[in-house]
Every structure is written in structure tokens, then in C-alpha cells.
């Protein structure tokens, strides 16, 4: 494993990560903003963190350069973004990873700990159907704090608004085709690269065959083929669990991020 990280330009893979999600997501820094700014409001600035579905890292990265007294575990499924994860943070003793199924209902006995301040996402939950997370969210519900905090910045569209989200949607489509024309990387292009790489290659093989490839069409983390939850819903849905207060906190045209606090 040292030989491995040592092999690769870990930190460069997680750039071009973040470059390929701000290909879909412009103002991807804008919600991990306000997400770090309500863990700052809510439970301070020391916070050990759980980064639910953390691929490369990319909360944990951004967490650890505002409150350099925080700790995160990350937990994540997919073997090719813990490999970019471990690499980039072998040597930050404040940071923990873990692969575990979300979908196990015993995922939450790997962690290292037995409750966190915060348990923050962005981005991935959307390939959980209702059933599923809603499930999740009575779990969580088990590992944050009371007076912890959960944050979710995902697809949460708004009930009742069609036209909008055509709009947006149109807009949204001529703006990536605009970047990809000029070298953007997409979902399947990143993917591939990744494919091809002489260190990265293998743990990405494992990844398709939990996933899929997605080259091949849709996969289950692409979030392209789901029905997404309503924000409401979302919120709904926490109080439900056990969470004392839920209410969205941010929202873009076809995003939006949930707060919920123990």
C-alpha cells in the first residue's frame, strides 16, 4: 500500500475530481460554504465530522483547512475514490476511512466512533431510493450528537414548478456542452481516465463491477436515471427520524441542501 501511494499524484487526482463535479455544479464551493458554516454556528469550530459517502474526500479536504482542530471519518463503498482518499490523507492523523455499504443496516458498527458532532454529504445519497433513505436517516438519526447536526446538499427539487425546471435544465445543458467543448471533463470521460491509469486502473475495475461502467449507460452513482426526493420531503423525512429541527438551508435552481439537528 505505501508503494501505491507513493506511486500516484493523489492530490491531482482529487483536483481533477472536483473539476469533473464543478463541471455539473458551478457553485459547488458556494454549498460546502454554507454547509462548514453551519457546523461552525451549530457545534463550533473542533468538530469531529462523519463524511457520509465521502468519495475522494472533498468535505473531509475542506473541513480540515477551515477548522484544523477537527477529525473526520469518511466512509464510502466505492474502491477507486478511497483509493484517491487514502492517498491524499495518509499522513493527516486526524482522518479515518471505512468502506461500508449504506444500504447494510449494520454499516454504522465499523465506524470509529459511536456518535459525531456533524454527519455531512453532498452529492450522493440521490442513488438511495425512498425506502432506502429513509432507513439511512433513522440510522443517522442514532449517530449524530443530540445538538449534532445533519447536512445534506443533493438534488432536491421543488414540487409544483415544471417550467422552472425545464428552464433550468436547458440552461444548465448548454452551459457543460459550452465547458466540454473547451476540455471539461465529464462523469464517463473522468471515469475512463481513471480506467486507463497504471495505479489507479485495478481499484477502478472493482468500482465498475459494484457500479457498472459508465460508459456503458447509466450506473447506480451517476445519479442519472433516479427520481429525486423533494426537498420537503427531506426535511419531512428527518423530523421523522428523531431529529428535533429540519429545514433547508440552501438551495440553487435544481439543488438544494437540508439541515437537520438532533
Same mark, same amino acid.
Given at each position: 500500500m505505501v508503494d501505491t501511494v507513493a506511486a500516484s499524484d493523489w492530490r491531482a487526482w482529487q483536483k481533477s475530481w472536483d473539476r469533473q463535479q464543478e463541471w455539473y455544479m458551478p457553485d459547488r464551493e458556494e454549498r460546502f460554504r454554507v454547509m462548514l458554516d453551519a457546523v461552525e454556528a451549530l457545534v463550533g469550530p473542533e468538530p469531529a465530522i462523519l463524511d457520509l459517502a465521502c468519495g475522494?474526500?472533498?468535505?473531509?479536504?475542506?473541513v480540515l483547512r477551515r477548522f484544523p482542530r477537527a477529525t473526520s471519518?469518511?466512509?464510502? *463503498?466505492?474502491?477507486? *475514490? *478511497?483509493?484517491?482518499?487514502?492517498?491524499?490523507?495518509? &499522513?493527516?492523523?486526524?482522518v479515518r476511512f471505512v468502506s461500508a455499504d449504506l444500504r447494510d443496516p449494520r454499516w454504522t458498527e465499523k465506524l470509529p466512533r459511536r456518535s459525531y458532532d456533524a454527519v455531512l454529504t453532498a452529492t450522493a445519497l440521490h442513488w438511495l431510493d425512498g425506502d432506502a433513505l429513509r432507513a439511512l436517516y433513522g440510522r443517522l438519526a442514532g449517530v449524530v450528537r443530540d445538538g449534532g447536526v445533519f447536512l445534506n446538499a443533493?438534488?432536491?427539487?421543488?414540487?409544483?414548478?415544471p417550467?422552472?425546471?425545464a428552464a433550468v435544465r436547458a440552461f444548465e445543458h448548454a452551459r457543460q456542452e459550452r465547458a466540454k467543448a473547451e476540455g471539461a471533463q465529464d462523469w464517463v470521460a473522468w471515469w475512463q481516465t481513471a480506467a486507463a491509469d497504471p495505479v489507479l486502473g485495478a481499484p477502478t475495475a472493482e468500482r465498475f463491477a459494484i457500479f457498472g461502467n459508465p460508459a456503458d449507460g447509466p450506473d447506480h452513482a451517476s445519479g442519472v436515471a433516479e427520481e429525486f426526493?423533494?426537498?420537503?420531503?427531506? &426535511? &419531512?423525512?428527518l423530523r421523522e427520524a428523531g431529529f428535533a429541527e429540519a429545514r433547508p438551508v440552501w438551495c440553487s435552481p435544481s439543488d438544494a441542501m437540508v439541515l437537520g439537528l438532533k
Open positions: 475522494t474526500g472533498s468535505i473531509t479536504d475542506r471519518t469518511g466512509v464510502d *463503498l466505492d474502491p477507486a *475514490l *478511497l483509493t484517491i482518499a487514502r492517498g491524499h490523507f495518509a &499522513a493527516d492523523d486526524r443533493d438534488h432536491m427539487p421543488w414540487e409544483g414548478t417550467r422552472i425546471d426526493q423533494s426537498v420537503t420531503w427531506h &426535511a &419531512a423525512t
